[in-house]
């Protein structure tokens, strides 16, 4: 039975492609010639496509490596940011006129300064760069606003206060500057709107109109 059937199957595919065959013969070149070319253009299209998708996977692929590269140390920046903050706060904590009058306590601070300064080169290598707010107008992509200060001198919404640093990674955020702002004086210009940072922390200050500042863990992405 099972021959039976396979040679039953054999003779129809037979009968089709005779038939096929003799459908072709029947048709005029012009007809045949037309019928071809339809065909090779869509195989064209077909293989353009296919291209294209392949060309998507590799520049994806690419992407993805080099941020896995760029980013992975995210969470471990994030950490040591703090070292250079502690750094730069034990330097704070001495005056210039303590430090002319002791020279032991001038030759700790120098050395605390060079470390800062060697800290902060490697960042660079990194690409972990420190967030200019000082003076700068408030942005919730990069500042986290901790307070309002009258300052009827200056534009309303100017950072005037930096009480922590903030630093990007790449082209991302990595922590938000902790600033004071401030308030009362002429208002400034709006800023040409953009589109939020990709890393903004959605918890602000209402009164810069925005739904809240930055702070956006980068390592979630990865």
């Known amino acids: 039975m099972a021959e039976e059937r396979a040679e039953k199957i054999e003779g129809e595919a037979a009968n089709t492609d005779a038939e096929a065959q003799a459908a072709e013969t029947q048709r005029s070149p012009e007809e045949r010639i037309a019928a071809l070319e339809a065909e090779v253009a869509d195989l064209k299209d077909k293989l353009l496509r296919a291209l ?52 032991k306590l001038e030759a700790l601070c120098a050395g605390v300064e060079m470390t800062e300064r060697e800290m902060l080169n490697v960042f660079e290598r990194f690409e972990v760069k420190r967030v200019e707010a000082m003076g700068k107008r408030f942005d919730h992509n990069f500042h986290e606003a901790m307070f309002e200060i009258e300052d009827a001198s200056k534009p309303a919404g100017t950072v005037i206060h930096v009480m922590e640093p903030g630093y990007t ?35 602000a200050a209402d009164a810069y109109g925005h739904a809240e500042p930055p702070g956006g863990k980068l390592d979630e992405e990865l």
Not at 56 to 61: A, D, F, P, T
Request: a positive charge.
């Open 52 to 103: 294209a998708e392949a060309e998507n996977v590799r520049r994806r692929s690419e992407r993805q490596r080099i941020d896995a590269s760029r980013y992975a140390i995210a969470g471990f920046a994030r950490e040591v940011v703090g070292v250079a903050d502690n750094l730069n706060r034990a330097l704070a904590t001495v005056d210039a006129e303590a430090r002319a009058k002791d020279e």
């Open 169 to 203: 990674i790449g082209d991302r955020l990595l922590r938000p500057a902790k600033v004071g702002v401030a308030k009362g004086g002429p208002k400034a210009d709006a800023p040409p709107a953009s589109e939020p940072h990709p890393d903004a922390n959605p918890k």
